[in-house]
């Protein structure tokens, strides 16, 4: 099986993987899911019953599994009892949110860590090394809720940015390039907090592994031949060095995830993050493993796209490839 | 070098011991309410009066003032009613509360003759006392942070080393259920599995709820650290000797191959416990974790969550700074830890 094949298998096991988990999750739960309905008095026993039975479940783990499984290959992902509405379209609605929060946020991250992490490793024990050295590892220390709530109370209290939600109250009305206007100025905060947290840890790993590859003995030989050091960087350091960046770019997704979550919810940004969240506290079951697999899905495409940029970037793999058949 | 670890081991114990001892040092019950003193803020701690200069610092009361310019305002302003000054006494006597959880008692290190308040760091929305409430609630953040290391650490290294020592295909399924858990994000799956449990418990059972479901997710990259060293630890020659000499596993495991794992896991520990404090912190801020009056950080952080809360009572922002003392303090121990792991390992080479 060549390289993509084998990633795209992976890939399809991963989100086989985290389904089940999620199911095996649900039954290892103490009590049930109507628990909190049963001490509502205006509902019936009769009504629980009818709508455990309609849910399925009653039915023991793996029928459940294997029904849902079926409908999911199908894009329904099951149905939300808080918001009496299939999760599916709920989940994308807010999805597409998150992906244009997280994905500007990315861009912005690597833009910001390639440069500085190759620069700092070029000029190693330079000002600007002590300084990434010194601001990515205080920065690396501070939890992310503390991030984003202190940069939020800022923005509040300084009215930069516009906080709270997407769009102003009259969004509407505005013309389309006010909306565009608006949106970005919403977008800059949850963006900011996100591009802080997340540009420290890249920072110190793009640093590594251009360090690790300027030690290497080719890149001496290279040296002692004369190469210039614009040419060292460019032609020797950087294609070796692009393999664990593109690498990092994958693992980074998880913990980018995980901060929009947070960050999402601190500053109201209409994404998954809220909606998971809800769903958590109202206990909805569909709707909080759909999350969960959506989340899983953003991080397994980003991986795969990740893996074919490492094809196209790295030629010890095509030869591999090559090699192999 | 010397004097910097010295310093950074005297930090360390000093958080913990002042966490410890919360009923000795906060002057209040962390769930006393004053109604009449909701969002009071800071006191401040004066030491000139009318009369001159006293050794003894000494405290006012804040006695509350509508603003009359605004009558719908619902927010109460403070100004310091300079009639009656308020000593501050040191070992006094206040509300009784158990000293470690074992002796009940009364002494405190501080407090202010009644019926004066010493605030230090002001009060919340029910008027309680934010010092208090800080100390209290760091006992069960921090506690929380080290239950769910060692959970996850102990999981962690029995899997790592079942699968670095005995291999094959133990070992392939165990680092294939690794790659599952590493590769969600976490705080999704958090409140994933948060969602499957019961939301409203007793403080101590949702204690060990919300450490297990962070110790649950968090095993999987201290069992690849530690399968990976056992590996490397279990063809070393003096561990074929033993071998040859008739050692069994359980002898080998325990007298060559752990011991060479203590530096990692030292090290994730100081690595993990800040991270895992910082995981409850944000669950009992989402209200997800440690239930109301019961405080701790998160759940203090969570009133914040309404923007004019955030804006007009800065002091509320104190659980966030002992977060970030707490987190720095840890991550310069894990560098600590982990250089020392770095020179000694090369040395051995």
Same mark, same amino acid.
């Given at each position: 099986?060549?390289?993509?094949?084998?990633?795209?298998?992976?890939?399809?096991?991963?989100?086989?993987?985290?389904?089940?988990?999620?199911?095996?999750?649900?039954?290892?739960?103490?009590?049930?899911?109507?628990?909190?309905?049963?001490?509502?008095?205006?509902?019936?026993?009769?009504?629980?019953?009818?709508?455990?039975?309609?849910?399925?479940?009653?039915?023991?783990?793996?029928?459940?599994?294997?029904?849902?499984?079926?409908?999911?290959?199908?894009?329904?992902?099951?149905?939300?009892?808080?918001?009496?509405?299939?999760?599916?379209?709920?989940?994308?609605?807010?999805?597409?949110?998150?992906?244009?929060?997280?994905?500007?946020?990315?861009?912005?991250?690597?833009?910001?860590?390639?440069?500085?992490?190759?620069?700092?490793?070029?000029?190693?024990?330079?000002?600007? +090394?002590?300084?990434?050295?010194?601001?990515?590892?205080?920065?690396?220390?501070?939890?992310?809720?503390?991030?984003?709530?202190?940069?939020?109370?800022?923005?509040?209290?300084?009215?930069?940015?516009?906080?709270?939600?997407?769009?102003?109250? +009259?969004?509407?009305?505005?013309?389309?390039?006010?909306?565009?206007?608006?949106?970005?100025?919403?977008?800059?905060?949850?963006?900011?907090?996100?591009?802080?947290?997340?540009?420290?840890?890249?920072?110190?790993?793009?640093?590594?592994?251009?360090?690790?590859?300027?030690?290497?003995?080719?890149?001496?030989?290279?040296?002692?031949?004369?190469?210039?050091?614009?040419?060292?960087?460019?032609?020797?350091?950087?294609?070796?060095?692009?393999?664990?960046?593109?690498?990092?770019?994958?693992?980074?997704?998880?913990?980018?995830?995980?901060?929009?979550?947070?960050?999402?919810?601190?500053?109201?940004?209409?994404?998954?993050?809220?909606?998971?969240?809800?769903?958590?506290?109202?206990? +909805?079951?569909?709707?909080?493993?759909?999350?969960?697999?959506?989340?899983?899905?953003?991080?397994?495409?980003?991986?795969?796209?990740?893996?074919?940029?490492?094809?196209?970037?790295?030629?010890?793999?095509?030869?591999?490839?090559?090699?192999?058949? | 070098?010397?004097?910097?670890?010295?310093?950074?081991? @005297?930090?360390?114990?000093?958080?913990?011991?002042?966490?410890?001892?919360?009923?000795?040092?906060?002057?209040?019950? &962390?769930?006393?309410?004053?109604?009449?003193?909701?969002?009071?803020?800071?006191?401040?701690?004066?030491?000139?009066?009318?009369?001159?200069?006293?050794?003894?610092?000494?405290?006012? @009361?804040?006695?509350?003032?509508?603003?009359?310019?605004? &009558?719908?305002?619902?927010?109460?302003?403070?100004?310091?009613?300079?009639?009656?000054?308020?000593?501050?006494?040191?070992?006094?006597?206040?509300?009784?509360?158990?000293?470690?959880?074992?002796?009940?008692?009364?002494?405190?290190?501080?407090?202010?003759?009644?019926?004066?308040?010493?605030?230090?760091?002001?009060?919340?929305?029910?008027?309680?006392?934010?010092?208090?409430?800080?100390?209290?609630?760091?006992?069960?953040?921090? @506690?929380?942070?080290?239950?769910?290391?060692?959970?996850?650490?102990?999981?962690?290294?029995?899997?790592?080393?079942?699968?670095?020592?005995?291999?094959?295909?133990?070992?392939?399924?165990?680092?294939?259920?690794?790659?599952?858990?590493?590769?969600?994000?976490?705080?999704?799956?958090?409140?994933?599995?948060?969602?499957?449990?019961?939301?409203?418990?007793?403080?101590?059972?949702?204690?060990?709820?919300?450490?297990?479901?962070?110790?649950?997710?968090?095993?999987?990259?201290?069992?690849?650290?530690?399968?990976?060293?056992?590996?490397?630890?279990?063809?070393?020659?003096?561990?074929?000797?033993?071998?040859?000499?008739?050692?069994?596993?359980?002898?080998?495991?325990?007298?060559?191959?752990? &011991?060479?794992?203590?530096?990692?896991?030292?090290?994730?520990?100081?690595?993990?416990?800040?991270?895992?404090?910082?995981?409850?912190?944000?669950?009992?801020?989402?209200?997800?974790?440690?239930?109301? &009056?019961?405080?701790?950080?998160?759940?203090?952080?969570?009133?914040?969550?309404?923007?004019?809360?955030?804006?007009?009572?800065?002091?509320?922002?104190?659980?966030?700074?002992?977060?970030?003392?707490?987190?720095?303090?840890?991550?310069?121990?894990?560098?600590?830890?982990?250089?020392?792991?770095?020179?000694?390992?090369?040395?051995?080479?």
């Amino acid at each position: 099986m060549n390289y993509l094949g084998r990633r795209l298998l992976r890939a399809v096991l991963l989100l086989i993987g985290v389904s089940a988990l999620c199911f095996l999750f649900t039954e290892m739960a103490p009590g049930s899911f109507f628990d909190e309905m049963r001490l509502n008095p205006q509902i019936s026993p009769e009504t629980i019953a009818a709508l455990r039975s309609h849910y399925g479940l009653g039915q023991p783990l793996l029928v459940r599994y294997g029904r849902w499984m079926k409908s999911a290959l199908h894009a329904d992902l099951g149905y939300s009892i808080a918001y009496n509405a299939p999760v599916a379209p709920l989940l994308w609605s807010r999805a597409k949110n998150t992906l244009l929060l997280t994905t500007t946020a990315l861009l912005l991250i690597w833009m910001l860590s390639l440069p500085l992490g190759v620069w700092a490793a070029n000029r190693r024990g330079g000002l600007l +090394d002590k300084m990434v050295n010194l601001a990515s590892s205080f920065l690396v220390s501070i939890p992310e809720l503390v991030i984003a709530v202190a940069l939020l109370a800022i923005a509040v209290r300084w009215r930069m940015l516009r906080v709270g939600g997407m769009m102003s109250a +009259d969004f509407e009305g505005l013309s389309p390039w006010a909306k565009l206007q608006d949106v970005v100025l919403h977008l800059a905060l949850p963006a900011f907090i996100l591009v802080l947290c997340e540009t420290a840890v890249i920072v110190r790993h793009v640093r590594a592994s251009v360090l690790e590859v300027l030690g290497a003995p080719y890149v001496q030989a290279a040296r002692g031949f004369g190469a210039s050091p614009a040419r060292l960087l460019f032609r020797h350091v950087l294609p070796v060095a692009a393999n664990p960046a593109i690498s990092l770019l994958g693992f980074s997704l998880a913990g980018l995830l995980s901060g929009s979550l947070l960050v999402e919810v601190v500053c109201g940004w209409p994404g998954l993050g809220p909606l998971i969240l809800e769903a958590t506290l109202s206990r +909805d079951l569909y709707l909080v493993i759909g999350g969960i697999m959506f989340s899983a899905l953003f991080m397994v495409g980003g991986n795969l796209v990740a893996d074919i940029m490492l094809l196209a970037f790295d030629p010890r793999i095509r030869r591999e490839e090559a090699d192999a058949h | 070098m010397r004097t910097r670890t010295a310093i950074l081991v @005297a930090l360390f114990a000093g958080l913990h011991l002042v966490l410890l001892f919360a009923g000795f040092i906060a002057p209040y019950d &962390p769930t006393t309410q004053n109604r009449e003193l909701p969002y009071a803020p800071p006191a401040r701690v004066h030491f000139k009066d009318s009369s001159g200069f006293h050794l003894r610092p000494f405290v006012y @009361a804040w006695t509350s003032v509508r603003d009359g310019d605004q &009558p719908d305002s619902s927010q109460d302003s403070y100004k310091e009613d300079r009639s009656h000054e308020y000593p501050i006494r040191f070992f006094v006597r206040g509300p009784s509360y158990k000293l470690l959880g074992i002796r009940e008692t009364s002494a405190h290190l501080f407090g202010v003759g009644e019926p004066g308040k010493i605030l230090l760091f002001g009060t919340d929305a029910y008027g309680r006392d934010e010092l208090s409430r800080l100390l209290f609630g760091g006992q069960i953040s921090v @506690a929380a942070g080290i239950t769910a290391t060692f959970i996850a650490l102990l999981a962690g290294s029995i899997l790592g080393i079942i699968a670095g020592y005995y291999g094959r295909w133990i070992d392939e399924s165990l680092m294939g259920i690794t790659e599952l858990f590493l590769s969600l994000p976490w705080l999704y799956f958090l409140l994933g599995v948060r969602a499957f449990l019961p939301l409203h418990l007793s403080t101590i059972r949702t204690f060990f709820l919300l450490t297990g479901v962070i110790g649950l997710i968090g095993w999987a990259r201290p069992a690849r650290l530690v399968r990976g060293v056992v590996l490397s630890s279990r063809n070393r020659n003096y561990v074929l000797a033993a071998r040859g000499f008739g050692g069994s596993d359980f002898y080998l495991l325990r007298r060559h191959i752990l &011991p060479e794992t203590f530096g990692l896991l030292l090290t994730q520990a100081a690595l993990l416990v800040p991270r895992y404090v910082a995981a409850e912190v944000t669950l009992s801020f989402f209200g997800l974790g440690v239930n109301e &009056p019961v405080p701790s950080w998160g759940n203090m952080l969570s009133t914040l969550q309404q923007y004019s809360i955030l804006v007009s009572y800065g002091w509320l922002l104190t659980p966030a700074c002992a977060l970030v003392v707490t987190s720095v303090i840890y991550s310069v121990l894990a560098d600590v830890f982990h250089s020392r792991l770095k020179s000694y390992s090369t040395e051995k080479k």
